[in-house]
């Protein structure tokens, strides 16, 4: 089995984290660790776009970010005696996520959700819901659960 799990790094995508490493898996199941940096948009000042050293630095070190991201996400499946590989991509998240899915033939997308609802869900827009509805295999979606 080929899982493909989708982290950002919030305490909604270590409930997904979770719930993989609470879960028993066939011993040939294979966890690839994703997390999708959300290319920044250049600033605009009047009719220049300024892309420059700044914009360089700052997607530099959302890559080391989002590299070091997976490998603590990873270390921790390894405890869980999963079989992990890490990928980190540069694009939509909801994009990539499910991109990823298709090139690594993924069985099934292990993704956490804000929950957002009504004018929060428009305004932010969800991840998980355009991957549910875009996603070449089963999905999971990983909600917290309530205190």
Known sequence: MRILLAVDGSEYSAQAVKAVIERPWPSNTFVRVMHAIDTPTPPVVGEITYVGDDMEAVRQANQKAGEELVARVANSLDNAKLKVETVVREGKP???????????????????????????????????QSVVGHAPCSVEVVRQKER
């Open 94 to 128: 909801e994009f990539e996520i499910v991109e990823e899915a298709k090139e690594w033939r993924s069985d099934l997308i292990v993704i956490g959700s804000h929950g957002y609802t009504g004018f929060k869900r428009l305004v932010l827009g969800s991840v998980a």
